[in-house]
């Protein structure tokens, strides 16, 4: 059996981690912009990594024809994702 980048190194706890960073990934890059907070530049950009491994995890479940794995690795990520430009966007303008 295939072991994905979750099940070898951290478990069910990279879920939770790419749905948080999913919500608060693009609020951390819109405030990484400012000179004097350049590490939350660092911080928006890995969670947005993290949820781009995610949603790819999502796409192989798919395939796979895990629905509850296509849910928790894609379709939730990517409504949170939607969620938190929304809310970068309302922080920058």
Same mark, same amino acid.
């Given at each position: 059996?295939?072991?994905?980048?979750?099940?070898?190194?951290?478990?069910?706890?990279?879920?939770?981690?790419?749905?948080?960073?999913?919500?608060?990934? @693009?609020?951390?890059? %819109?405030?990484?912009?400012?000179? /004097?907070?350049?590490?939350?530049?660092?911080?928006?950009?890995?969670?947005?990594?993290?949820?781009?491994?995610?949603?790819?995890?999502? %796409?192989?479940?798919?395939?796979?024809?895990?629905?509850?794995?296509?849910?928790?690795?894609?379709?939730? @990520?990517?409504?949170?994702?939607?969620?938190?430009?929304?809310?970068?966007?309302? /922080?920058?303008?």
């Amino acid at each position: 059996m295939s072991r994905d980048i979750y099940q070898t190194f951290i478990g069910a706890k990279g879920v939770a981690f790419a749905w948080i960073g999913a919500a608060i990934g @693009p609020i951390f890059l %819109v405030i990484g912009m400012a000179a /004097e907070y350049r590490a939350h530049l660092a911080i928006g950009v890995v969670s947005l990594l993290l949820v781009a491994a995610s949603i790819f995890d999502g %796409v192989r479940a798919l395939k796979a024809n895990s629905w509850s794995g296509v849910i928790a690795f894609a379709v939730v @990520p990517i409504v949170l994702l939607v969620g938190g430009i929304v809310l970068a966007v309302m /922080e920058a303008g």
